[in-house]
């Protein structure tokens, strides 16, 4: 069928024309809203973003780091701050001739040959983008000889900025921890271009770790123009940084460099606590690291001898050094078995060795104290009569004041690397070992020994609740010490506790040699020895070796926990020391202990007495340090030179190395080991412990 004819007529085209005309006109006045919108939002809502990208092209701007907020202590004394550091650094990626740039800065910096091969090694493993240092705390004549030649030194970075000090050194290393560079992975991880500058740092341990958020503070700008080809124009207004915040410390910067010197050579830590507020006056583990050392860059060779060290410079002992307290719980227990019903006036008959059962347990008296009744118990450290009033309460009447007294617990404080030790009791060792607990379980419990652990933190709080009668919490950061209830203890039960302290440096007790020379000043303390080992039978009869004739591994722990002033307590002490063994006197904890506490009444005579003794151990810290790295540095299992200079690239936060994993391994095995007993059923109390008097 065929279509229709359409007629077009003049009225059909004008129709059709101006039906075209709408929609195109249509269309054209959508476009022009679209194109209108599009304009209208660039020109307000995009306008910061195009601005900021306009300004770029404009101007180059570089971070400036801002100052790293000062560490300081509770009378405002810096432990850590920032000095002036003029230095230059390379970045691998925009070095175009690496030969004629390190010649010109080996000239420029007349820098010596060892150097040169630290600077070569390090830019063989480094990140493109990370910078590698040439040379810090230079004079201003080189830094500006650098600064003139640079247009011809492409990839070099002259930067004057702030450098991170700690005055104290290894006094301070475990409690400041220290800053470094920033490494690949952070970098990657958080895409920050702050972490890229040249001579910016970060918190790696300890608390410039934990508090690094609010001791970083926000950074600065350098601002200049320059042409589309980045030609320099002119240099505009520079921000400035935030500087972060200053922390302030309850540590006593003065009380904590002399607690440091005065543990001499021994591997070992000290603590001191307020007995009215918690807080922490000194916390120190030595020996130690020089945190400047490691905030510059540590050596292959420095890292290397820190990490065979058998005294483990690199471990925080206050928090990750785990020991049996040996009779420094004595004093707790007491606390125990008054609580139990036990009066302070029953006796107990020491002869030297009591049965129970087929076993014989031993008292480090040989012959024996005789009768005793809790306070000479106490002073003479009786082992006899602790075992004898374990058996009868259990050991199950004792672990909760242990635990009340801090022992096993967690302390809320800015550390990364904390270990809490055991209380012991049937439950727990079911559940741990799924054995049940023996009676030789509770009397080496009762002596500190066996599967009673803890670290000197925990001793030091122990020795301050025993002097306050309250549930104080340790603090560090200062105005952050929580209010302290009353433990739920007789105040009577803590008076005759405390007497017997007394006793036990004034009184003819076990610790004479921490008695104070200070008029009306007396300290209040508990001596304490912790074996490592098992002593057998065979050695036992023919004569117990003396600490001074064992490997120092094998050497007992030597602890002390004291108070004073014995009739008002205001500050508590722990000081432990790892294999110390008793074996010198001026370096055993009775003396340590006496001597942090005469600091904090007559400062003069505490100076007097390191003055006295320190030559005798080689010099101050630093001395020995140096001395230990150039004997290091000279034996036979040094690295090679062009090893040994090289910026260390695989450290690790100290308290987090290779070598402190090994040696808390190693501790808990051994502890492990010593606690169990055997199928014959000895232990250490059946052995007979090696505490003497000193």
């Not at 203890?489 to 610790?511: C, K, L």
């Amino acid at each position: 069928m065929s279509r229709p004819r359409r007629i077009m007529n003049d009225a059909t085209q004008t129709y059709s024309f101006s039906r075209r005309a709408i929609m195109l006109g249509a269309a054209q006045g959508g476009v022009a809203l679209l194109l209108a919108g599009r304009m209208t939002w660039l020109a307000i809502a995009e306008n910061a973003h195009y601005s900021s990208l306009s300004e770029s092209n404009r101007v180059n701007t570089t971070p400036v780091p801002p100052r790293r907020g000062w560490i300081v202590d509770r009378n405002g004394a810096p432990i850590a701050n920032n000095r002036t550091d003029f230095r230059v650094d390379l970045i691998p990626d925009l070095i175009e001739d690496k030969d004629k740039t390190l010649a010109a800065l080996q000239r420029l910096l007349s820098l010596p040959p060892e150097e040169m091969t630290r600077i070569v090694a390090d830019l063989k493993h480094a990140a493109g983008f990370q910078p590698v240092q040439v040379a810090d705390d230079l004079d201003w004549e080189r830094f500006a000889a650098v600064s003139v030649h640079l247009p011809e030194l492409p990839g070099v970075a002259p930067t004057r900025a702030f450098a991170r000090s700690y005055p104290a050194g290894a006094a301070v290393a475990h409690l400041t921890g220290y800053v470094g560079s920033a490494s690949a992975e952070q970098y990657l991880k958080t895409k920050d271009p702050l972490l890229l500058v040249p001579g910016f740092k970060i918190g790696k341990d300890g608390l410039e770790k934990t508090l690094d958020k609010q001791l970083r503070g926000e950074p600065g700008a350098k601002r200049v123009e320059v042409t589309a080809r980045g030609k320099l124009v002119r240099e505009l207004a520079t921000r400035p940084d935030t500087p972060g915040q200053t922390t302030r410390l309850t540590i006593d910067a003065g009380l904590q460099d002399y607690a440091a010197r005065r543990l001499g050579t021994n591997s070992g830590s000290a603590v001191v606590i307020d007995c009215l507020t918690g807080e922490m006056l000194a916390m120190v583990s030595m020996p130690a690291y020089d945190p400047n050392s490691f905030s510059d860059g540590i050596s292959h060779l420095e890292w290397k001898m820190l990490s065979d060290n058998d005294h483990v410079p690199l471990m925080n002992k206050v928090l990750q050094g785990l020991y049996p307290p040996g009779s420094t719980v004595k004093p707790m227990n007491g606390l125990a078995l008054l609580a139990a019903g036990v009066s302070a006036s029953d006796r107990v008959n020491c002869t030297g060795a009591l049965r129970v059962g087929n076993g014989i347990f031993h008292c480090h008296k040989k012959r024996g104290h005789g009768p005793l009744d809790l306070k000479n118990a106490i002073m003479q450290s009786c082992d006899i009569y602790f075992y004898e009033m374990a058996r009868r309460v259990g050991y199950g009447a004792i672990a909760p004041v242990a635990r009340a007294m801090g022992l096993g617990q967690k302390f809320d404080l800015p550390f990364a690397s904390q270990r809490y030790g055991t209380v012991p009791d049937p439950a727990w060792k079911l559940r741990k070992y799924k054995a049940q607990w023996t009676v030789a379980d509770s009397l080496n419990a009762s002596i500190g020994q066996g599967y009673v652990l803890a670290n000197p933190l925990q001793l030091a709080v122990m020795a301050s609740r025993l002097a306050s009668g309250k549930a104080l919490h340790p603090s560090i950061l200062a105005g952050h010490a929580p209010a302290a209830a009353d433990l739920s203890i007789s105040p009577e039960h803590f008076a005759v506790v405390r007497d017997a302290m007394f006793g036990v440096v004034n009184g003819g007790g076990t610790g004479g040699a921490a008695r104070m020379q200070i008029p009306g000043v007396a300290i209040a303390g508990k001596t304490g020895t912790a074996q490592v080992r098992r002593i057998s039978m065979a050695e036992r009869s023919t004569g117990v070796l003396k600490n001074a004739s064992l490997p120092f591994k094998l050497r007992d722990h030597a602890l002390f926990i004291g108070f004073a002033p014995a009739d008002k307590p205001r500050y508590a002490v722990a000081v432990v020391l790892e294999h110390g063994g008793h074996t010198v006197r001026n370096l055993d904890t009775p003396g340590i202990g006496r001597d942090i506490m005469t600091y904090l009444f007559d400062r003069d005579k505490a100076m007097a007495t390191l003055a006295e003794y320190e030559p005798t151990w080689g010099g101050d810290i630093r001395t020995r340090m140096t001395a230990e790295a150039a004997a290091y540095r000279a034996a036979a299992n040094a690295p090679p030179p062009a090893q040994a200079v090289q910026t260390e690239l695989n450290a690790t936060a100290p308290t987090d190395a290779p070598a402190v994993h090994a040696a808390t391994a190693a501790d808990t095995s051994t502890a492990e080991s010593v606690a169990h007993t055997t199928p014959a059923g000895n232990s250490i109390a059946a052995d007979g412990t090696t505490e003497r008097d000193p």
